[in-house]
């Protein structure tokens, strides 16, 4: 080995050791707490029975079109397709509107996606809104949104 190729290994060995990196195919993460490292996992993380998922409303409201009703929403912490995406308009008083919509994988999380209903199927008034998912990875209900309809 030349003295420039064995200088450039040194460089790039510290380089890796200063980083808590490692080469290729090696399965050891960073030093947390200076004592020894820990492994890498090689799964992507999954809920189970419902933990560390967290649904929510992106948006629900009036259409511009002044017809319809649209919501929006999706999952945190569980990245998978075919799952049950159910909103739930709940009114101060009455029986509530239903929509269900399939979970789709997205880059990052699992997306409900936009359910729209008929704008007659509402009472003027506040309503509330909630997304529950539903798959074999469990199930959460996220924390309601409000909205005010005319």
């Known amino acids: 080995m030349s003295v420039r190729t064995s200088a450039a290994v040194v460089v790039a060995s510290t380089a890796l050791a200063l980083c808590g990196c490692g080469l290729a195919g090696n399965e050891i993460g960073p030093v947390v707490d200076g004592s020894t490292p820990r ?12 933990v560390g998922m967290v649904p929510y409303i992106v ?45 789709v994988s997205n880059v990052a999380e699992t ?8 704008l007659a199927a509402f009472a003027p008034g506040e309503w509330s809104v909630t997304l529950r998912y539903e798959s074999s990875s469990g199930s959460a209900t996220s924390d309601p949104e409000t909205m005010e309809l005319p």
């Open 39 to 50: 492994p890498v996992p090689t799964a992507e993380p999954t809920a189970s029975l419902g």
């Open 111 to 118: 997306s409900c996606g936009v359910v729209q209903l008929d």
């Open 59 to 103: 948006f629900a409201g009036t259409d511009p079109d002044g017809l319809h009703i649209s919501a929006s929403g999706a999952v945190a912490g569980v990245l998978e397709s075919g799952g049950i995406c159910t909103f739930t308009f709940s009114p101060a008083t009455g029986d509530p509107v239903v929509a269900e919509a399939s979970g």
